[in-house]
């Protein structure tokens, strides 16, 4: 029988791991960190695919892709608490 206790045990570990995961992703891209977003866009170009995300000082973070990369889709989420919510989503793919 799960007691309360443990319960709790278990999503301070849970809640431990995501936090240990976020601090390492915040790592990954120091440059970008902290910047406020102009725009995002995506575009293909010559078998390309590009995702750009501008900042308000004229930088821009860009990430392609190869041609076996498909879209599946793209969302606008709240990971602010233990439950993610798709608070809009733009694309979805129709297979």
Known sequence: MTTRSDRRKKLGALDKRIKQKCDRLRKMYPEIRGKEVDFVQ?????????????????????VRYEPTAKLVG?????????????LKEYFRRRD
């Open 42 to 62: 995506h575009w293909i170009e010559q078998d390309t695919i590009f995702f750009s995300v501008r900042f308000t000082d004229g930088t821009s973070f860009c």
């Open 74 to 86: 793209v969302d606008y989420l709240d990971m602010r608490g233990r439950e993610i919510a798709v």
